[in-house]
């Protein structure tokens, strides 16, 4: 099992920008995709980016496509997830997940950390 903690949630105006982190521990060395996810009031959670640890493939929601940036650090086991140009309609619990197999990195995620809230007013 891979424990992870997500961090840099916040409260931000629209338009401005906000970096998480999730730091990894644990059967690291299993990881195949890491991914961040999030989940509005009253919606169900959304995929939001995936990164394949290996080659560092990335994917993206079409919702933030152009405005969010994920990215990882190997020797740290941290991945990351700029969040640029935001918007109400971002506004969410953000959760970082490992996923260990499997060629879809939109769903199957393994583990799963506690979230981070991210708030962005208008």
């Known amino acids: 099992q891979v424990q992870l903690i997500e961090s840099g949630g916040g409260l931000v105006q629209t338009g401005e920008s906000l970096r998480l982190s999730c730091a990894a521990s644990g059967r690291t060395f299993s990881t195949h995709v890491m991914g961040w996810f999030r989940q509005a009031p009253g919606k169900e959670r959304e995929f939001v980016a995936a990164i394949r640890w290996s080659e560092g493939s990335t994917y993206y929601a079409a919702s933030v496509k152009g405005r969010f940036t994920i990215s990882r650090d190997n020797a740290k086991n941290a991945v990351y997830l700029q969040m640029n140009s935001l918007k109400p309609e971002d506004t969410a619990i953000y959760y970082c997940?490992?996923?260990?197999?499997?060629?879809?990195?939109?769903?199957?995620?393994?583990?799963w950390g506690q979230g981070t809230q991210v708030t962005v007013s208008s």
């Open positions: 997940a490992v996923k260990r197999g499997g060629i879809a990195v939109r769903n199957g995620y393994d583990d």
